[in-house]
């Protein structure tokens, strides 16, 4: 035990010069290892930036500031342009897979679309029902024929009763509030059309099917038509969003 208390001894009295010797090494520029009178170390840190191009910058001590090169008109430009290029693109996809734009032709839809309204249309996870305004490629139309704009009545499984003589229409016995047809009533009854005694009872509407009508009954070629009759819910290219011109907003 003794021995090795000595040992100790002599370890701490030969590592005394050593720790002198680290006090004698000189530091970097950057960093100073000043003995205070306590014999306590003081640092001296210099201030470092990081210039414009990522590399450190230190001269004597004192920070030295790299200032950024201004940005070139064409740099602006071309920045410019990417962002309307890449604007540019979003807008084709939204117009070729989710949003179409067309134009009403006719006059079917008086009294809430007129002719060469510009409208926007959507089939995004549609699902149609009583009230919505679509345009539907019927069946019996060829590839030639343009689409058709209608009100949507009822959908499959509903059933409609249609009572011309007080242009009231009935759908699972229930009139509907149409108060968009009243400025289209006549004095005379709703055309019937080439179908019309059928739907003077209750008509249950096939399955895959809707019944449509447009607002202008008694100008318009729909549902009560034999060439049209009830149309596949497959045919429908979508239901009206907004109307952009002439007057901008929501369609009812």
Same mark, same amino acid.
């Given at each position: 035990?003794?021995?090795?208390?000595?040992?100790?001894?002599?370890?701490?009295?030969?590592?005394?010069?050593?720790?002198?010797?680290?006090?004698?090494t000189p530091c970097d520029e950057s960093v100073t290892n000043d003995a205070?009178?306590?014999g306590e170390p003081r640092f001296t840190a210099s201030t470092v930036l990081?210039?414009?191009?990522?590399?450190?910058?230190?001269?004597?001590?004192? $920070?030295?500031?790299?200032?950024?090169?201004?940005?070139?008109?064409?740099?602006?430009?071309?920045?410019?342009?990417?962002?309307?290029? =890449?604007?540019?693109?979003?807008?084709?996809?939204?117009?070729?897979?989710?949003?179409?734009?067309?134009?009403?032709?006719?006059?079917?839809?008086?009294?809430?679309?007129?002719?060469?309204?510009?409208?926007?249309?959507?089939?995004?996870?549609?699902?149609?029902?009583?009230?919505?305004?679509?345009?539907?490629?019927?069946?019996?139309?060829?590839?030639?024929?343009?689409?058709?704009?209608?009100?949507?009545?009822?959908?499959?499984?509903?059933?409609?009763?249609?009572?011309?003589?007080?242009?009231?229409? =009935?759908?699972?016995?229930?009139?509907?509030?149409?108060?968009?047809?009243? $400025?289209?009533?006549?004095?005379?009854?709703?055309?019937?059309?080439?179908?019309?005694?059928?739907?003077?009872?209750?008509?249950?509407?096939?399955?895959?099917?809707?019944?449509?009508?447009?607002?202008?009954?008694?100008?318009?070629?729909?549902?009560?038509?034999?060439?049209?009759?009830?149309?596949?819910?497959?045919?429908?290219?979508?239901?009206?969003?907004?109307?952009?011109?002439?007057?901008?907003?929501?369609?009812?």
């Amino acid at each position: 035990m003794v021995e090795f208390e000595n040992e100790n001894e002599n370890t701490s009295e030969e590592s005394a010069p050593v720790q002198d010797e680290v006090r004698d090494t000189p530091c970097d520029e950057s960093v100073t290892n000043d003995a205070t009178e306590s014999g306590e170390p003081r640092f001296t840190a210099s201030t470092v930036l990081v210039g414009s191009e990522g590399s450190d910058a230190v001269m004597n001590g004192e $920070a030295v500031v790299a200032v950024a090169p201004k940005r070139t008109a064409l740099s602006v430009f071309y920045d410019y342009v990417e962002t309307f290029c =890449y604007a540019l693109a979003l807008m084709m996809v939204l117009f070729l897979f989710v949003f179409r734009y067309v134009s009403v032709d006719g006059d079917s839809m008086l009294g809430t679309l007129h002719n060469k309204d510009k409208l926007i249309i959507s089939n995004l996870f549609y699902t149609p029902k009583t009230g919505d305004i679509v345009v539907i490629n019927p069946e019996s139309h060829g590839s030639s024929e343009e689409p058709i704009i209608k009100r949507v009545i009822a959908v499959e499984g509903q059933t409609v009763r249609i009572d011309y003589e007080n242009w009231a229409v =009935y759908v699972d016995g229930v009139k509907l509030d149409e108060p968009y047809i009243e $400025a289209m009533k006549t004095n005379s009854s709703m055309n019937r059309g080439s179908l019309g005694a059928k739907y003077e009872t209750e008509v249950v509407v096939g399955e895959g099917k809707v019944f449509v009508m447009g607002d202008n009954r008694n100008n318009s070629k729909d549902s009560r038509d034999r060439a049209y009759g009830e149309m596949g819910i497959n045919r429908i290219l979508g239901r009206v969003i907004i109307r952009l011109t002439p007057n901008f907003g929501t369609v009812d």
